[in-house]
């Protein structure tokens, strides 16, 4: 069964640092587009961050400079490295899987894991 | 990037059809066919429902289905059902590699 389980949200000070972790299971993470969503409380979902199956990575205008996505093959896991976190990256944050031929869909979500940023 | 434009509500009674639109640009869904819809219940993760404007993915019902003119998709929910009641999200490939949603639209069955 394919699986996407998300680890290292928490409550971080505003200009602090936070990794999430996304491990996937029943598909290899280096085969897939892989991407983080956001979603504000009580707001929409924001696309934030892709990384392509050849390594190339895209990043949202609110977040290019301060985040990274990345991955490890070898664990079969997807990054997200957010520094100088500001208040309004508060938000529950998804990892999602691009399927193939699915042209930008996403068919298997994480969990999601919240990330509080606040003095 | 400016959000894509979906009206916040939209409600049916049982049986009925219903569509909500998801208005774009011409640097999203007026040029690209990468579009998808999402359907998110309250406190869950979203589910994908269409994907390349029309395309089900196998476990999604034919009830729902999506079309595109010009600038705006929409995503059409026939046969409204009470496990519809959701909130549902239109995407768009834009250029310069990026991905844009739309500002969500909660569904209420009557």
């Known amino acids: 069964e394919l699986q996407l389980l998300q680890s290292g949200g928490g409550l971080v000070q505003p200009g602090g640092s936070l990794r999430l972790s996304c491990a996937a299971s029943?598909?290899?993470?280096?085969?897939?587009?892989m991407c983080w969503v956001r979603q504000a409380p009580g707001k929409g979902l924001e696309w934030v961050s892709v990384?392509?199956?050849?390594?190339?990575?895209s990043y949202a205008d609110s977040v290019k400079g301060r985040f990274t996505i990345s991955r490890d093959n070898s664990k079969n896991t997807l990054y997200l490295q957010m520094n100088s976190l500001r208040t309004e990256d508060t938000a529950l944050y998804y990892c999602?899987?691009?399927?193939?031929?699915?042209?930008?869909?996403?068919?298997?979500w994480g969990q999601g894991a919240l990330v509080t940023v606040s003095s | 990037q400016s959000a894509l434009t979906q009206p916040a509500s939209v409600s049916g009674s049982p049986g009925q059809s219903i569509a909500i639109s998801c208005t774009g640009t011409s640097s999203d869904i007026g040029d690209y066919n990468y579009v998808s819809w999402y359907q998110q219940p309250p406190g869950k993760a979203p589910k994908l429902l269409i994907y390349?404007?029309?395309k089900r993915p196998s476990w999604v019902s034919t009830r729902f289905s999506g079309s595109k003119s010009g600038a705006t998709a929409s995503l059409t929910i026939s046969g409204l059902q009470p496990e519809d009641e959701a909130d549902y999200y239109c995407?768009?490939?834009?250029?310069?590699?990026?991905?844009?949603f739309g500002g969500g639209t909660k569904v209420t069955v009557l």
């Open positions: 390349d404007i029309y």
């Open positions: 990384i392509y199956s050849g390594g190339d990575t």
């Open positions: 029943g598909f290899t993470v280096s085969n897939n587009y």
């Open positions: 999602a899987r691009e399927g193939s031929f699915l042209d930008w869909g996403y068919d298997y």
């Open positions: 995407s768009s490939y834009s250029s310069i590699n990026t991905l844009i």
